[in-house]
């Protein structure tokens, strides 16, 4: 079970079979496509085409089997695989290049049960679906390699499936973001809604034109164009750069730094939309998040899909009854909401919770190592769901728009997050528990290596 964390998190979107003989997967092979090469002779000289015609829209070749098979599985279509072949009689084995076709079914739903005849037909040497060829991709940030996180979740093997996609939003409930770091810059979610009129100065990390009214599209807050600055005073900015309050910045780029454009590092997910909530001041420096419930309602009600909260604190009356409703709240309105456990080795449930970690609906995450070893810090206990890297993991920060390893459960959610939202990005009709159940489902067992907390780590990594 130590492979394809997410590959196979991805592939289960496709409802993928291994035990079947034959499985068809529209991931991993090409629609509405078998090759087939004709035996020798099938066609006659090595060197010749088949001749077929169309009837009844089904191919006709005058092969008697081949032609039973085209009715019966409505094959609408033949062509040859390769063009002009420069040296038609050499074959291998008896498999010459211009004997193999591509046969084009007019439909996916008798894939498995065309290719099990087509492989029986005497007028055939094989037939086999046709693979799905994809770049073995690796992004050329220059820090990726530094990134051991992304080698741990096989983050390579699911960027060849998906990069991420902007139509998915994932909001960044925090500190504030430092939005034109220029590794985040592209990946910033610009609200459609009030863009119109509105002006960016990317450099200078502000905008202006807006009209001072809310545009009406979840929320409730004017000229809302990236985010919402909620420490008082209140903005419309959710720009945050205070270098100390780097927070938020090295969560959105552990989540979110922009893939692939040959800058820093890169996020979970490559490309996707941050949304930016700041709950904290830009002229000191503090360690709280202010008005953290708030902004998970709004980060839902502007459309959030995944909703990062890498902060929490104990409950100490008992009650996680306003936590659990706002993430009720957000769940209904579309969003997964995922939260880092905490950082103080501490056993949650048994008389002790943290809110929002603990919540019902929540993803609640723990930091592992580079080896899945419960990171030192970590908490741990029953309500934890996941686990994810969060030690020394290199991301995004505000001073000079550079970058820096950190430490803890706040990075493991993210990493979480990020690849909750590229999961959203390839099946986006999953609901929030459905993306959550799909994390959880196909995480990797690490009781193995983490005797001491059975039971404790929730899914595993
Ligand atoms: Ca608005
Ligand atoms: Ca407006
Ligand atoms: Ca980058
Ligand atoms: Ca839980």
Redesign the pocket.
């Known amino acids: 079970m130590k492979k394809f964390y997410i590959v196979s998190c991805l592939l289960l979107l496709f409802g993928v079979s291994l035990l079947s003989a034959f499985s068809f997967d529209p991931n991993t092979s090409v629609s509405k496509t078998i090759v087939v090469c004709f035996t020798k002779d099938a066609i006659g000289t090595q060197d010749r085409s088949i001749d077929f015609n169309i009837q009844d829209g089904v191919v006709v070749t005058g092969l008697a089997s081949f032609d039973n098979l085209a009715k019966r599985y409505q094959i609408v279509g033949l062509e040859r695989f390769f063009d002009a072949v420069k040296v038609p009689q050499w074959n291998d084995n008896g498999i010459y290049m211009q004997n193999i076709y591509k046969a084009r079914l007019a439909s996916d739903d008798v894939m498995d049960a065309a290719l099990a005849e087509l492989i029986k037909d005497p007028a055939l040497r094989y037939a086999e679906f046709e693979t799905v060829n994809r770049q073995y991709f690796v992004p050329n940030d220059p820090m990726v390699a530094q990134q051991y996180a992304l080698d741990v979740i096989q983050a390579y093997e699911a960027w060849d499936y998906t990069m991420g996609s902007h139509d998915v939003k994932l909001a960044v409930t925090d500190s504030g973001v430092k939005w034109n770091h220029p590794d985040l810059r592209a990946n910033i979610w610009v609200n459609p809604a ?1 863009a119109p009129g509105m002006t960016i100065n990317w450099d200078a990390g502000t905008y202006s034109g ?6 009406g599209e979840g929320g409730n807050k ?2 809302d164009l990236m985010g919402w600055n909620f420490y008082p005073p209140v903005s419309n900015n959710p720009m945050q750069n205070w270098p100390d309050n780097y927070h938020g910045t090295h969560v959105a780029g552990c989540a979110a730094a922009v893939g692939n454009n040959m800058i820093g590092v890169s996020g979970s997910c490559p490309i996707v939309s941050i949304i930016s909530c700041k709950g904290a001041p830009h002229t000191s420096s503090v360690n709280t998040v202010y008005d953290g419930y708030n902004q998970m309602k709004y980060a839902a009600e502007v459309g959030a899909h995944v909703i990062n909260a890498s902060w929490g604190g104990q409950t100490t009356t008992g009650g996680l009854n306003t936590a659990n409703t706002t993430i009720n709240y957000c769940t209904n309105l579309g969003a997964l909401v995922v939260v880092a456990a905490g950082n103080s080795n501490q056993l949650h449930g048994a008389g002790y919770n943290d809110a929002p970690g603990d919540c019902t609906n929540a993803l609640c995450v723990a930091a592992t190592g580079p080896s899945d070893i419960k990171a030192s810090f970590s908490d741990y206990g029953e309500p934890i769901d996941i686990c994810a890297p969060g030690e020394g993991i290199l991301s995004t920060i505000i001073q000079s728009n550079g970058y820096t390893n950190a430490d803890g459960t706040s990075m493991a959610s993210p990493i979480v997050a990020g690849v909750a939202a590229l999961v959203k990005s390839i099946n986006p009709d999953l609901t929030p528990l459905q993306l959550r159940q799909r994390l959880m489902m196909t995480a990797d067992y690490i009781y193995d290596i983490n005797p001491n907390y059975e039971g404790l780590l929730g899914a595993g990594r």
Do not use: F, Q, Y
Request: glycine share 22%; no cysteine; charged share 35%.
């Open positions: 009030e807006g009209n001072g009214v809310d545009a004017a000229d």
